[in-house]
């Protein structure tokens, strides 16, 4: 696509401006765009075109290495055995077959083993019947961005790994050059192990960077997929709104297709933006231009989304993951439910949490919990009077010796209980819902004077499962 025509030089005062000719390098006060630093690290060094090779290929075999399949149609009675001596010429890691289902999950060697079975025997007759093999789906894939551009293969995997066993993971590389992207993929065992990768890397600072993990469609992972065409412009300086000039300065060597700051509900946040082109080609020429750029004086990042969305779905994910990040530093434990408050009555410190606002007059926000919302719930006055008991029993503890702190505790709380028991038999046939006061049962449990729910033990699964040792 043909270079903007206005956005020759500096655009605004102390701007920058990519070269007017399209596919030239940035040209902007400070060092050139081979010795100039980015932010999240130094420009590499070119790469010998067998290490570029080496890359890609790695690259590649990862892309395509899916090596769970799932084995459909089976006879009602199929057994593990029979899957083993079915794909007796693979190298199975692990086998189960679910008879409810008629189905065997099976894990082989390698995503080559994959596709040569399904090859081999999909609709194969076994036993009577047409066998359906796929690729089995995944929910637990994560795409990481903003990674220091020096990172290498194996520090993302230390990374990754740091929170469960991983399915294959890789980063994504530079067709043209073999360097890294700043971002890559990682598939974890269990979907569990990516949602704690996903909400411990969302917002991680690592150097200058701070990361961003999403969720990704499997189906993404193919070699004309993984190149991002998005932009994010970020570290822009504090109160930029100028978004014509910004979409005159990146429209400088291509034309993008989307380019818009960041905003929430109206309002500019976050001092960051996404812009998209027509190709990942284009975008990525772009990205190596822009090192080392600044806009009225300040040194911006400029650093690939993850692809597969388009420039307006990827900037909203930005957004609500920047509003996420924000809500997470409110308090470092999550807020507690009645039923976790009900459990901590006999917890002095928790306790002392409660009563603050009546010993001090004033309602006090807890440092570390933060204020839990559902403790509105517990502020009735139906049942102030059971808290007045738990206040009594506190201050006395506070104006009498430690000796007699249990004591004194016991002599109330089983009326303050009785009381909150009486409250909640009042509602015993209102339906709880997910935050709302639980059913008099589970409180009674919770403070100690009723019988704990029985557990239903028949928990029995029709299926049989072998792992390759």
């Known amino acids: ?34 010795t100039c630093e980015d932010t999240r690290g130094p420009v590499p060094a ?9 890359r890609l290929q790695r690259m590649r075999r990862e892309l395509s290495n899916r090596r769970k399949i799932l084995v459909k149609n089976l006879p009602q009675d199929s057994s593990c055995q029979e899957v083993h001596d079915l794909l007796q010429d693979y190298e199975l890691k692990y086998c189960y077959v679910d008879r409810n289902k008629r189905t065997a999950f099976v894990t082989l060697l390698n995503g080559e083993q994959a596709q040569n079975a399904i090859q081999t025997f999909h609709q194969y007759s076994f036993r009577g019947k047409d066998l359906i093999v796929q690729l089995q789906p995944t929910d637990a894939l994560l795409c990481i961005t903003n990674l220091p551009t020096s990172f290498t293969l194996e520090e993302f995997e230390e990374l990754v790994r740091a929170y469960g066993n991983i399915e294959r993971c890789f980063l994504v590389y530079s067709e043209v050059t073999g360097h890294s992207k700043g971002y890559g993929f990682v598939e974890y065992m269990k979907k569990d192990f990516a949602a704690k990768a996903r909400l411990e890397l969302l917002g991680k600072q690592l150097g ?7 969720w990704m469609d499997v189906n993404l992972l193919a070699a004309e997929l993984i190149h991002s065409k998005c932009l994010c412009v970020d570290k822009l300086p504090g109160g930029y709104r100028d978004s014509e000039e910004l979409l005159q300065f990146f429209s400088s060597i291509h034309k993008p297709v989307f380019c818009q700051l960041a905003q929430d509900e109206g309002s500019y946040v976050g001092g960051f933006a996404v812009v998209e082109y027509h190709s990942a080609e284009h975008a990525e020429e772009v990205q190596r231009a822009a090192v080392g750029m600044t806009i009225k004086g300040s040194k911006v990042q400029v650093s690939f989304c993850a692809p597969g ?21 409110k308090g470092l434990l999550p807020e507690p439910n009645p039923v ?19 010993l001090c007059g004033r309602a006090v926000k807890p440092a570390v919990l933060g204020t839990p919302h559902s403790l509105s719930h517990l502020m009735n006055p139906s049942i102030s009077s059971a808290f007045l008991h738990l206040n009594k029993a506190h201050q006395s503890s506070i104006m009498g010796n430690t000796s007699n702190l249990f004591l004194q505790s016991l002599s109330h709380v089983p009326l303050a209980q009785q009381q909150l028991m009486k409250f909640e038999n009042i509602h015993a046939n209102n339906k709880p819902g997910l935050l709302g006061e639980p ?14 729910l029985p557990l239903k033990t028949e928990l029995g699964h029709h299926g049989e499962a072998h792992k390759s040792k």
């Open 1 to 34: 696509m043909a270079a903007a025509a206005a956005a020759g030089g500096g655009i605004g005062e102390g701007g920058a401006g990519l070269g007017g000719a399209a596919g030239s390098e940035l040209r902007g006060p400070g060092p050139s765009a081979e």
């Open 46 to 54: 070119a790469l010998h075109p067998d290490e570029v090779a080496a």
């Open 208 to 214: 200058t960077s701070v990361l961003f993990a999403q």
């Open 309 to 329: 969305a388009p420039g307006r779905s990827t900037l909203a994910a930005l957004i609500a993951a920047q509003r996420v990040m924000h809500s997470n530093h």
């Open 340 to 358: 976790q408050i009900m459990k901590s009555l006999n917890n002095p410190a928790m306790l002392q949490v409660l009563l603050q606002p009546q």
């Open 439 to 452: 059913p008099a049962m589970v409180l009674q449990t919770s403070v100690g004077i009723g019988s704990a």
